[in-house]
Protein backbone atom coordinates (compact mmCIF):
# COMPACT_ATOMS: atom_id res chain seq x y z
CA UNK A 1 0.00 0.00 0.00
CA UNK A 2 0.93 3.62 -0.66
CA UNK A 3 1.92 5.53 2.41
CA UNK A 4 3.94 7.79 4.51
CA UNK A 5 6.22 5.90 6.56
CA UNK A 6 8.23 8.01 9.22
CA UNK A 7 11.15 6.38 11.25
CA UNK A 8 12.11 5.91 13.98
CA UNK A 9 8.59 5.49 15.99
CA UNK A 10 10.21 6.66 18.90
CA UNK A 11 13.41 8.78 19.73
CA UNK A 12 15.49 9.43 22.53
CA UNK A 13 18.14 11.54 22.30
CA UNK A 14 20.27 14.17 25.31
CA UNK A 15 19.39 18.04 25.84
CA UNK A 16 21.09 19.58 23.45
CA UNK A 17 22.04 16.68 21.07
CA UNK A 18 21.24 17.15 17.61
CA UNK A 19 19.00 14.59 16.16
CA UNK A 20 17.25 13.84 12.91
CA UNK A 21 13.60 12.43 12.25
CA UNK A 22 13.29 10.37 8.57
CA UNK A 23 9.87 10.55 6.57
CA UNK A 24 9.43 8.65 3.13
CA UNK A 25 6.55 8.40 0.72
CA UNK A 26 5.47 6.05 -1.79
CA UNK A 27 2.34 8.64 -2.44
CA UNK A 28 4.42 10.25 -4.70
CA UNK A 29 2.95 13.82 -3.80
CA UNK A 30 4.16 17.10 -4.22
CA UNK A 31 3.88 18.30 -0.62
CA UNK A 32 5.19 17.52 2.20
CA UNK A 33 4.58 18.47 5.79
CA UNK A 34 6.15 18.68 9.17
CA UNK A 35 3.78 19.29 12.00
CA UNK A 36 4.75 19.23 15.76
CA UNK A 37 2.15 17.86 18.44
CA UNK A 38 2.51 18.58 22.07
CA UNK A 39 0.63 16.11 24.14
CA UNK A 40 -3.23 16.39 24.68
CA UNK A 41 -2.79 19.45 21.91
CA UNK A 42 -3.54 19.75 18.02
CA UNK A 43 -0.92 19.33 15.69
CA UNK A 44 1.09 22.57 14.81
CA UNK A 45 2.47 23.04 11.58
CA UNK A 46 6.15 23.59 11.34
CA UNK A 47 7.22 23.96 8.16
CA UNK A 48 6.15 22.60 4.23
CA UNK A 49 7.83 21.95 1.14
CA UNK A 50 6.09 22.47 -2.29
CA UNK A 51 8.51 20.22 -4.68
CA UNK A 52 11.37 21.62 -3.66
CA UNK A 53 10.32 24.90 -2.09
CA UNK A 54 10.66 25.16 1.34
CA UNK A 55 7.62 27.57 3.08
CA UNK A 56 8.66 27.99 6.86
CA UNK A 57 6.07 29.08 9.57
CA UNK A 58 6.58 32.21 10.97
CA UNK A 59 6.65 30.89 14.58
CA UNK A 60 8.74 28.05 13.94
CA UNK A 61 11.96 27.84 16.07
CA UNK A 62 15.47 28.41 14.49
CA UNK A 63 16.60 25.23 15.88
CA UNK A 64 14.32 23.50 13.67
CA UNK A 65 15.22 23.02 10.33
CA UNK A 66 14.40 20.78 7.66
CA UNK A 67 16.05 18.64 4.02
CA UNK A 68 13.77 17.38 1.22
CA UNK A 69 16.90 15.37 -0.78
CA UNK A 70 14.18 13.90 -3.74
CA UNK A 71 10.61 13.81 -4.25
CA UNK A 72 10.51 10.41 -1.34
CA UNK A 73 12.22 11.88 1.46
CA UNK A 74 12.14 14.31 3.94
CA UNK A 75 14.28 15.01 7.12
CA UNK A 76 13.50 17.49 10.37
CA UNK A 77 16.41 18.10 12.22
CA UNK A 78 16.66 19.73 15.79
CA UNK A 79 19.78 21.25 15.65
CA UNK A 80 19.88 21.13 19.93
CA UNK A 81 17.01 19.84 21.39
CA UNK A 82 15.49 21.69 24.83
CA UNK A 83 12.93 20.17 26.98
CA UNK A 84 10.29 21.29 25.46
CA UNK A 85 11.01 19.74 21.91
CA UNK A 86 9.96 17.03 23.81
CA UNK A 87 6.55 15.80 21.64
CA UNK A 88 5.17 13.45 18.92
CA UNK A 89 6.21 14.73 15.52
CA UNK A 90 3.73 14.17 12.35
CA UNK A 91 5.23 14.21 8.40
CA UNK A 92 2.28 14.71 5.79
CA UNK A 93 2.07 14.46 2.48
CA UNK A 94 -0.73 16.33 -0.58
CA UNK A 95 -0.60 15.16 -3.91
CA UNK A 96 -0.45 19.17 -4.90
CA UNK A 97 -1.08 22.43 -2.44
CA UNK A 98 -4.20 23.19 -3.90
CA UNK A 99 -6.58 24.44 -1.16
CA UNK A 100 -8.97 21.51 -0.20
CA UNK A 101 -6.22 18.48 -0.69
CA UNK A 102 -6.84 16.02 1.99
CA UNK A 103 -3.43 15.13 3.54
CA UNK A 104 -1.69 12.12 4.48
CA UNK A 105 -0.51 11.49 7.78
CA UNK A 106 2.69 9.17 8.89
CA UNK A 107 2.29 7.53 12.26
CA UNK A 108 4.60 9.66 13.53
CA UNK A 109 7.66 9.69 16.02
CA UNK A 110 7.72 10.32 19.49
CA UNK A 111 10.41 12.01 20.96
CA UNK A 112 11.77 12.22 24.29
CA UNK A 113 14.43 14.47 25.75
CA UNK A 114 16.85 13.82 28.57
CA UNK B 1 -8.00 34.65 9.56
CA UNK B 2 -9.79 30.94 9.31
CA UNK B 3 -9.80 28.45 12.02
CA UNK B 4 -12.39 26.12 13.88
CA UNK B 5 -13.82 25.49 17.18
CA UNK B 6 -14.40 22.31 18.93
CA UNK B 7 -16.85 22.06 21.51
CA UNK B 8 -16.60 19.63 24.23
CA UNK B 9 -12.66 18.38 24.78
CA UNK B 10 -13.80 15.00 26.14
CA UNK B 11 -17.08 13.16 24.75
CA UNK B 12 -18.49 10.29 26.26
CA UNK B 13 -21.07 7.32 24.77
CA UNK B 14 -22.66 4.34 25.51
CA UNK B 15 -22.28 1.27 22.82
CA UNK B 16 -24.76 1.88 20.46
CA UNK B 17 -25.92 5.46 21.15
CA UNK B 18 -25.45 8.72 18.77
CA UNK B 19 -22.34 10.31 18.10
CA UNK B 20 -22.16 13.92 17.83
CA UNK B 21 -18.75 15.81 18.04
CA UNK B 22 -19.44 19.53 17.49
CA UNK B 23 -17.11 21.75 15.03
CA UNK B 24 -17.98 25.38 14.30
CA UNK B 25 -15.91 27.07 11.48
CA UNK B 26 -15.06 30.87 11.19
CA UNK B 27 -13.87 31.76 7.54
CA UNK B 28 -14.48 34.92 5.21
CA UNK B 29 -14.20 32.63 2.35
CA UNK B 30 -16.06 29.21 1.54
CA UNK B 31 -14.63 27.19 3.68
CA UNK B 32 -12.62 23.59 3.39
CA UNK B 33 -13.53 21.59 6.31
CA UNK B 34 -11.94 17.97 7.30
CA UNK B 35 -12.37 15.71 10.37
CA UNK B 36 -9.46 13.71 11.15
CA UNK B 37 -9.17 10.69 14.04
CA UNK B 38 -6.68 9.58 15.64
CA UNK B 39 -5.50 7.06 17.85
CA UNK B 40 -3.15 6.37 20.51
CA UNK B 41 0.46 6.56 19.29
CA UNK B 42 -0.60 6.80 16.17
CA UNK B 43 -0.76 9.53 13.17
CA UNK B 44 -3.95 11.01 12.02
CA UNK B 45 -6.85 9.55 9.69
CA UNK B 46 -9.08 11.18 7.38
CA UNK B 47 -12.39 10.68 7.98
CA UNK B 48 -14.12 13.03 5.52
CA UNK B 49 -14.19 15.73 3.72
CA UNK B 50 -16.14 18.91 2.62
CA UNK B 51 -15.02 21.06 -0.55
CA UNK B 52 -17.86 22.08 -2.66
CA UNK B 53 -21.26 20.30 -3.81
CA UNK B 54 -23.66 17.92 -1.44
CA UNK B 55 -23.50 19.69 2.34
CA UNK B 56 -23.83 16.34 3.95
CA UNK B 57 -20.00 14.07 3.66
CA UNK B 58 -20.29 10.42 3.93
CA UNK B 59 -16.87 9.32 5.38
CA UNK B 60 -15.45 5.89 6.45
CA UNK B 61 -16.45 4.07 9.65
CA UNK B 62 -19.90 5.09 9.46
CA UNK B 63 -19.31 8.56 10.07
CA UNK B 64 -21.10 11.64 8.12
CA UNK B 65 -20.76 15.32 9.06
CA UNK B 66 -23.08 18.23 7.44
CA UNK B 67 -22.12 21.33 6.59
CA UNK B 68 -24.34 23.85 7.91
CA UNK B 69 -23.01 27.39 6.39
CA UNK B 70 -26.12 29.53 8.39
CA UNK B 71 -24.67 27.93 11.83
CA UNK B 72 -21.24 27.93 10.59
CA UNK B 73 -21.07 24.35 11.10
CA UNK B 74 -19.59 21.07 10.43
CA UNK B 75 -20.50 18.83 13.31
CA UNK B 76 -19.48 15.07 13.17
CA UNK B 77 -22.11 12.20 13.87
CA UNK B 78 -22.07 8.21 13.86
CA UNK B 79 -25.81 6.29 14.18
CA UNK B 80 -24.45 4.17 16.83
CA UNK B 81 -21.03 4.14 18.30
CA UNK B 82 -18.78 1.27 18.38
CA UNK B 83 -15.82 0.72 21.00
CA UNK B 84 -13.20 0.96 18.47
CA UNK B 85 -14.54 4.61 17.87
CA UNK B 86 -12.78 5.55 21.02
CA UNK B 87 -10.11 8.21 19.49
CA UNK B 88 -9.09 11.79 19.53
CA UNK B 89 -11.37 13.50 16.69
CA UNK B 90 -9.85 16.70 14.88
CA UNK B 91 -11.77 19.45 12.56
CA UNK B 92 -9.85 21.26 10.89
CA UNK B 93 -9.43 24.18 8.29
CA UNK B 94 -7.40 23.67 5.03
CA UNK B 95 -5.36 27.62 4.20
CA UNK B 96 -3.32 28.17 1.81
CA UNK B 97 -0.45 29.91 2.70
CA UNK B 98 2.94 30.29 0.75
CA UNK B 99 2.83 27.40 -1.74
CA UNK B 100 1.14 24.81 0.15
CA UNK B 101 -2.23 24.03 2.25
CA UNK B 102 -2.23 24.31 5.54
CA UNK B 103 -4.28 23.12 7.94
CA UNK B 104 -5.10 24.60 10.94
CA UNK B 105 -6.86 22.24 13.29
CA UNK B 106 -9.48 22.52 16.46
CA UNK B 107 -8.33 21.68 19.60
CA UNK B 108 -9.58 17.96 19.85
CA UNK B 109 -12.53 15.69 21.16
CA UNK B 110 -11.35 12.71 23.19
CA UNK B 111 -14.25 10.34 22.38
CA UNK B 112 -14.82 7.77 25.26
CA UNK B 113 -17.33 4.97 24.75
CA UNK B 114 -18.59 2.81 27.39
CA UNK B 115 -20.10 -0.67 27.87
Known amino acids: DAMVIQNPRYQVTQFGKPVTLSCSQT?????MYWYQQKSSQAPKLLFHYYDKDFNNEADTPDNFQSRRPNTSFCFLDIRSPGLGDAAMYLC?????????????FGDGTRLSIL | AQSVTQLGSHVSVSEGALVLLRCNYSSSVPPYLFWYVQYPNQGLQLLLKYTTGATLVKGINGFEAEFKKSETSFHLTKPSAHMSDAAEYFC?????????????FGTGTQLKVEL
Open chain 1, 92 to 104: ATSRDPNVGQPQH
Open chain 2, 92 to 104: AVSVFTGGGNKLT
Open chain 1, 27 to 31: LNHNV
